[in-house]
């Protein structure tokens, strides 16, 4: 077996409407779609009519959803759970709508920063909730790295994915959320913790010096180290472009259509370097 590189991409990065999302991705050849919001409506708030609205669009540019990129798990981990199971439900349940078992979350904010290690306990209970709803449902769960959140070094992420010990809950790789927050050598320090959990990768770099967000190989992110070891471990999966060229946020980014070009060329170009293979669709 070789390892196999899937392109997918957060369509809003490139605008709000979702008919230009996909021209756009259809016209750099990714044929699959990371669902965050659709029309400017976060996926957690759409209806089930915008959904079947979406599913036809999907299907009209012939572009399918690889991950429904939710934000569940962005918030107080002293919360209500209720409100948690219910918000995850619904994920769920557009997930299956649209043909995906893959949803991605997050690991809870503490009171306040500094407190993750004391949280780490609060956050494997809180997502070993979701975890047997994944399996109820049949859904796997995407556990993403973040400043800020309990789960923002490879030490903690690791920590929570071993702590719920679910074959539902895994972890995807950001790469430009370690350098964002100031952690050098994310790769070297986070693949022997890391790599036997890692089922999908969102791609972004950032260089750790100023804080600018860049496309991925010019940044600390170790990008290219990543898709080494990737290739060496026959990785078959999605690297999912997130590029946040032009706006960075809490609930999402933005880059247009020109900033999404660069930073799939950017990604291509690493790729070919490195000897990874693309899957087209």
Request: glycine fraction near 10%; hydrophobic fraction near 40%.
């Amino acid at each position: 077996m070789t390892a196999q590189f899937t392109l997918s991409a957060f369509g809003d990065e490139i605008a709000d409407d979702v008919d230009e999302q996909l021209r756009v991705l259809h016209e750099l050849d990714i044929g699959y779609l990371e669902l965050r919001s659709a029309w400017g409506t976060n996926v957690l708030e759409l209806t089930d009519e915008q959904v079947g609205r979406l599913i036809e669009r999907c299907d009209a540019h012939s572009i399918r959803v690889s991950c429904i990129g939710s934000p569940i798990g962005k918030s107080p981990i002293d919360g209500p759970i209720e409100k948690v199971v219910d918000d995850f439900e619904r994920i769920t349940d557009i997930a299956k709508m649209v043909g995906t078992d893959r949803v991605r979350v997050f690991s809870f904010y503490p009171e306040s920063d500094g407190l993750q290690a004391e949280r780490v306990e609060e956050s494997i209970t809180r997502l070993r909730l979701m975890a047997e709803v994944a399996i109820e449902r049949n859904v796997r769960l995407l556990l993403e790295n973040e400043g800020g959140l309990v789960g923002d070094t490879p030490e903690r992420c690791r920590a929570l994915v071993e702590g719920v010990d679910s074959p539902h809950l895994r972890y995807v790789w950001d790469t430009g959320n370690y350098p964002q927050m100031g952690f050098a050598r994310s790769v070297d320090i986070g693949w022997p913790l890391l790599a036997q959990y890692t089922e999908c990768v969102q791609v972004k770099d950032c260089r750790i010096t100023d804080g600018t967000i860049t496309v991925a190989g010019e940044g600390d992110g170790q990008v290219r180290e990543l898709l080494q070891n990737l290739r060496d471990a026959e990785y078959v999966g999605f690297l999912a472009l997130e590029p946040h060229l032009l706006v960075a946020g809490q609930r999402g980014g933005f880059s247009g259509a020109e900033g999404m070009k660069m930073a799939a060329d950017a990604l291509r170009g690493l790729m070919a370097e490195t000897g990874c293979v693309e899957a087209r669709t």
